[in-house]
């Protein structure tokens, strides 16, 4: 780190990778607001892909240019931003930092090989990047750290180093050590003084920024002090990673280990994952062709970060699931890609990010599309062939064409119109499938009506688009309830979905209250009298029947019984009061619910030799079920959900209440791994509507949940009676 050549890629052109060995692929993650999109402008500033005002050929930014972002002033999707520096294409995947768009993170996540996280300086760290830090070392993703907003006036780098090793080198604090300490210039108007430079600790190298131009010199006397104290740590950090076991000794032992060495066994560390640079970032003064750190951090991505070939093998199946051997990052191998992201296109259409794994994929070839995995929200499994369209490297809005992909890189496929997240992409002649990595459950519900008859009539195909777009959205057509349901992740996600639904797909919907799937049930044994008896003229209408009604345990459903004795009521029309009974019970008795649980027993009946007949005792068990009901004490069943909530063990407390004074009941806790607990409880589906938001809101965003169906049971009086009286005004 540290050295002063470097060659930056040109604006106006795609890079391009000729071997795998020249790609590196890093996605930024860290909270909304730390910083990453600034920093991914001021990378690409540095690289020389975009002009000092951080825009590319046609005047837009390169990253969060979509208009949805520009409204919303914050990432809220996966954006791709290649590179080139010293002869190697880097590319950049920005992520959003706000808890709805997970979903984008994961992508981001699974396409990279290694992690830069961004921190504020101002801001701290919150609970959501730990937890992600601790996700990134479970699978032994290679990481660093990178320090923004040093111009704050509340900014501390070396108060954030010290947070940074504290938090993320918790299990190895030697692991997560500044590579370089600030250089403060003189303070200004407010008494604030700039960071103006670094300290290199291995070159011990001055990188000053005073001039607006990066000029390396010799450190001062004083600038000198600070880097040996510093320096140290730093070293023994480095070297205890070391595949040299006797350097560790020889460092001990008075001997100055070379610059080089230090380099390579760091580089070495940090490719391997198992050491984690803190380094620091701003934005290019005005005028200026480089952001502070910004050189620094593209050297330690060039040498530091993974190639492909580094990362291990895909394991794949056959679309039947038949074993296929593990694919590893060749580009003469067989083709594996995978699609990380779809978007549409009002000019070219549906447009693919993929990330090839395995092979080349190259324009106008038909290749396998296969989809498996994730039929409960509205992704149906595929195995189809499609010709893809043109190969493009993305820039902001722009489209930059490609001649091939080869594996380990990543690209836009145009023109598969069946292709969507999570699908593989195969030979036609060797179909693959990669497994789809985990995503989120959308546990917010969203329930919508379009707003006009023309909005009706485009409302499927745009749902359609919109859940193929992006699967952490899932779509429920709710045969109870019939309203139509997509579940997000959170407020900000329903309104970008909402948003995008009208400027895309032009499709005008309306939210409308979400209701569960409510179900009635008789309190006590009832009796009722159905009489259907007609007389216009011809041939009229008669039937009577006389059931008894009474409760049976939950889950019994409907039974029927047939007591009829001396043909009273035909035999050819019994089921015709079986019929009536079950289609008024589907109808409701008094809230316009389901009748669930009860027993219909036919008792007696009168019939007429000519006026009877299928639809008169149809009419006539409805008419008796209805005054049964009437005489009833009707009891309103609402949906019991399984709740399991995964919190740090500070929040248990406050999350237990918050349950509690939603009708919650407890049923259990027990740890689930170091810090966290899991809170199982039993709670009406009435009161979490909101959950994916308040539970957020308790916990700091540190929170997880999962919901499950467990059963109907009474509902208290005074909230059923709430409920009968909306349905009564037709709320």
Same mark, same amino acid.
């Given at each position: 780190?540290?050295?002063?050549?470097?060659?930056?890629?040109?604006?106006?052109?795609?890079?391009?990778?000729?071997?795998?060995?020249?790609?590196?692929?890093?996605?930024?993650?860290?909270?909304?607001?730390?910083?990453?999109?600034?920093?991914?402008?001021?990378?690409?500033?540095?690289?020389?892909?975009?002009?000092?005002?951080?825009?590319?050929?046609?005047?837009?930014?390169?990253? !969060?240019?979509?208009?949805?972002?520009?409204?919303?002033?914050?990432?809220?999707?996966?954006?791709?931003?290649?590179?080139?520096?010293?002869?190697?294409?880097?590319?950049?995947?920005?992520?959003?930092?706000?808890?709805?768009?997970?979903?984008?993170?994961?992508?981001?996540?699974?396409?990279?090989?290694?992690?830069?996280?961004?921190?504020?300086?101002?801001?701290?760290?919150?609970?959501?990047?730990?937890?992600?830090?601790?996700?990134?070392?479970?699978?032994?993703?290679?990481?660093?750290?990178?320090?923004?907003?040093?111009?704050?006036?509340?900014?501390?780098?070396?108060?954030?180093?010290?947070?940074?090793?504290?938090?993320?080198?918790?299990?190895?604090?030697?692991?997560?050590? /500044?590579?370089?300490?600030?250089?403060?210039?003189? /303070?200004?108007?407010?008494?604030?003084?700039?960071?103006?430079?670094?300290?290199?600790?291995?070159?011990?190298?001055?990188?000053?920024?005073?001039?607006?131009?990066?000029? *390396?010199?010799?450190?001062?006397?004083?600038?000198? !002090?600070?880097?040996?104290?510093?320096?140290?740590?730093?070293?023994?950090?480095?070297?205890?990673?070391?595949?040299?076991?006797?350097?560790?000794?020889?460092?001990?032992?008075?001997?100055?280990?070379?610059?080089?060495?230090?380099?390579?066994?760091?580089?070495?560390?940090?490719?391997?994952?198992?050491?984690?640079?803190?380094?620091?970032?701003?934005?290019?003064?005005?005028?200026a062709r480089q952001g502070l750190g910004t050189v620094e951090l593209l050297e330690l991505i060039t040498g530091g970060f993974p190639t492909p070939l580094e990362r291990a093998a895909v394991s794949v199946t056959a679309p039947d699931g038949a074993e296929r051997p593990d694919v590893t990052c060749d580009p003469d191998g067989p083709l594996v890609a995978e699609v990380v992201k779809t978007s549409s296109d009002?000019?070219?259409?549906?447009?693919?990010?993929?990330?090839?794994?395995?092979?080349?994929?190259?324009?106008?070839?038909?290749?396998?599309?296969?989809? @498996?995995?994730?039929?409960?929200?509205?992704?149906?499994?595929?195995?189809?062939?499609?010709?893809?369209?043109?190969?493009?490297?993305?820039?902001?809005?722009?489209?930059?064409?490609?001649?091939?992909?080869?594996?380990? !890189?990543?690209?836009?496929?145009?023109?598969?119109?069946?292709?969507?997240?999570?699908?593989?992409?195969?030979?036609?002649?060797?179909?693959?499938?990669?497994?789809?990595?985990?995503?989120?459950?959308?546990?917010?519900?969203?329930?919508?009506?379009? @707003? +006009?008859?023309?909005?009706?009539?485009?409302?499927?195909?745009?749902?359609?688009?919109?859940?193929a777009e992006d699967p952490t959205m899932r779509l429920e057509q709710n045969p109870d309830t019939h309203q139509v349901v997509l579940w997000c992740l959170g407020e900000a996600h329903q309104d970008v979905a909402l948003e995008r639904l009208r400027t895309r797909y032009g499709v005008q919907v309306d939210p409308v209250p979400h209701k569960v799937s409510l179900r009635e049930t008789f309190g006590a044994k009832?009796?009722?009298?159905?009489?259907?008896?007609?007389?216009?003229?011809?041939?009229?209408?008669?039937?009577?029947?006389?059931?008894?009604?009474?409760?049976?345990?939950?889950?019994?459903?409907?039974?029927?019984?047939?007591?009829?004795?001396?043909?009273?009521?035909?035999?050819?029309?019994?089921?015709?009061?079986?019929?009536?009974?079950?289609?008024?019970?589907?109808?409701?008795?008094?809230?316009? @619910?389901?009748?669930?649980?009860?027993?219909?027993?036919?008792?007696?009946?009168?019939?007429?030799?000519?006026?009877?007949?299928?639809?008169?005792?149809?009419?006539?068990?409805?008419?008796?079920?209805?005054?049964?009901?009437?005489?009833?004490?009707?009891?309103?069943?609402?949906?019991?959900?399984?709740?399991?909530?995964?919190?740090?063990?500070?929040?248990?407390?406050?999350?237990?209440?918050?349950?509690?004074?939603?009708?919650?009941?407890?049923?259990?806790?027990?740890?689930?791994?170091?810090?966290?607990?899991?809170?199982?409880?039993?709670?009406?589906?009435?009161?979490?509507?909101?959950?994916?938001? *308040?539970?957020?809101?308790? +916990?700091?965003?540190?929170?997880?949940?999962?919901?499950?169906?467990?059963? @109907?049971?009474?509902?208290?009086?005074?909230?059923?009676?709430?409920?009968?009286?909306?349905?009564?005004?037709?709320?």
């Amino acid at each position: 780190m540290g050295a002063t050549s470097h060659q930056a890629g040109a604006a106006g052109r795609a890079p391009a990778a000729d071997r795998p060995s020249s790609l590196r692929n890093v996605v930024l993650v860290g909270h909304s607001g730390a910083g990453k999109t600034t920093l991914v402008e001021a990378l690409a500033l540095t690289a020389g892909a975009v002009n000092r005002a951080g825009r590319v050929e046609d005047g837009t930014a390169v990253s !969060d240019y979509d208009e949805i972002e520009h409204r919303q002033q914050r990432s809220v999707q996966l954006s791709l931003v290649p590179v080139e520096w010293a002869g190697i294409k880097i590319n950049i995947l920005d992520t959003p930092g706000y808890a709805d768009f997970v979903g984008e993170l994961r992508a981001g996540l699974r396409a990279a090989d290694a992690a830069l996280f961004v921190v504020s300086s101002s801001d701290g760290i919150d609970g959501a990047t730990r937890m992600l830090w601790d996700e990134c070392a479970a699978v032994g993703m290679p990481r660093a750290i990178v320090v923004t907003h040093l111009e704050a006036a509340r900014a501390d780098y070396a108060q954030m180093a010290t947070v940074c090793g504290e938090i993320f080198g918790a299990d190895d604090p030697d692991a997560v050590v /500044p590579l370089y300490l600030p250089l403060y210039g003189p /303070p200004g108007p407010d008494g604030h003084s700039p960071v103006a430079g670094l300290l290199g600790l291995l070159s011990r190298r001055v990188y000053d920024y005073t001039s607006g131009e990066r000029v *390396e010199r010799d450190p001062e006397p004083a600038e000198l !002090d600070l880097i040996s104290g510093a320096r140290s740590r730093l070293i023994e950090g480095i070297i205890a990673e070391s595949e040299d076991e006797s350097l560790m000794d020889r460092y001990l032992g008075g001997e100055d280990i070379d610059f080089k060495t230090l380099v390579d066994d760091l580089e070495r560390a940090v490719a391997r994952g198992t050491f984690h640079p803190v380094l620091m970032a701003a934005p290019a003064a005005d005028g200026a062709r480089q952001g502070l750190g910004t050189v620094e951090l593209l050297e330690l991505i060039t040498g530091g970060f993974p190639t492909p070939l580094e990362r291990a093998a895909v394991s794949v199946t056959a679309p039947d699931g038949a074993e296929r051997p593990d694919v590893t990052c060749d580009p003469d191998g067989p083709l594996v890609a995978e699609v990380v992201k779809t978007s549409s296109d009002p000019y070219v259409g549906r447009v693919s990010l993929v990330r090839v794994f395995s092979g080349t994929l190259r324009p106008e070839e038909t290749v396998h599309v296969s989809g @498996h995995g994730l039929a409960d929200r509205g992704h149906e499994d595929h195995d189809v062939d499609e010709r893809i369209g043109t190969l493009t490297s993305p820039f902001g809005k722009q489209q930059r064409t490609l001649t091939q992909v080869i594996a380990g !890189d990543l690209a836009c496929v145009a023109k598969l119109t069946r292709a969507e997240t999570g699908d593989t992409l195969s030979a036609k002649d060797r179909p693959l499938l990669v497994e789809p990595w985990p995503m989120p459950d959308p546990l917010l519900p969203l329930a919508i009506a379009a @707003h +006009s008859k023309a909005d009706e009539d485009k409302l499927s195909q745009g749902l359609a688009r919109l859940v193929a777009e992006d699967p952490t959205m899932r779509l429920e057509q709710n045969p109870d309830t019939h309203q139509v349901v997509l579940w997000c992740l959170g407020e900000a996600h329903q309104d970008v979905a909402l948003e995008r639904l009208r400027t895309r797909y032009g499709v005008q919907v309306d939210p409308v209250p979400h209701k569960v799937s409510l179900r009635e049930t008789f309190g006590a044994k009832a009796s009722g009298r159905g009489r259907h008896v007609k007389q216009s003229g011809g041939h009229g209408q008669f039937a009577i029947c006389e059931i008894e009604v009474e409760p049976l345990p939950p889950g019994s459903g409907i039974e029927f019984v047939d007591k009829v004795v001396g043909g009273a009521v035909p035999r050819q029309f019994i089921p015709s009061v079986e019929k009536g009974v079950r289609t008024q019970a589907a109808r409701g008795v008094a809230a316009g @619910h389901p009748l669930v649980d009860v027993r219909i027993t036919l008792l007696d009946g009168k019939a007429h030799s000519v006026d009877s007949s299928d639809a008169a005792f149809q009419t006539a068990g409805a008419l008796a079920l209805r005054e049964a009901a009437a005489e009833a004490r009707i009891h309103l069943l609402e949906p019991v959900a399984e709740l399991s909530v995964l919190v740090p063990d500070e929040y248990v407390g406050p999350v237990m209440s918050d349950l509690a004074g939603r009708r919650g009941r407890v049923v259990g806790t027990e740890q689930a791994g170091a810090g966290r607990t899991e809170i199982r409880a039993e709670i009406p589906e009435i009161e979490i509507g909101r959950y994916a938001v *308040e539970l957020r809101s308790v +916990s700091h965003g540190t929170g997880r949940f999962t919901r499950a169906y467990a059963r @109907h049971e009474p509902m208290p009086p005074q909230i059923a009676d709430k409920v009968r009286e909306q349905a009564e005004k037709g709320i």
